[in-house]
């Protein structure tokens, strides 16, 4: 069991990891510090699929990582 549970937290980590990546992808340094004029902006299609799938992957990141404490 605690080698499926390290494997499963593995996956979801590297899976967290290119998530949060990708996100910031069309994200530039002058835009970053509030160059844009663009205060906010509507999510749509794989950027909203990203996102919802990053929360989900942050939650299942931190179960994984509670239950894996409470084992030991």
Do not use: C, P
Not at 6 to 16: C, E, P, R
């Amino acid at each position: 069991m605690d080698k499926a549970l390290g494997t499963i937290q593995i996956i979801v980590s590297i899976l967290l990891i290119i998530a949060i990546l990708l996100q910031n992808r069309g994200a530039g340094l002058s835009e970053t510090f509030g160059g844009s004029g663009n205060v906010y902006q509507t999510k749509r299609g794989f950027d909203k699929f990203l996102f919802i799938a990053t929360v989900i992957l942050a939650i299942l990141f931190l179960g994984t990582a509670f239950y894996s404490f409470m084992q030991h």
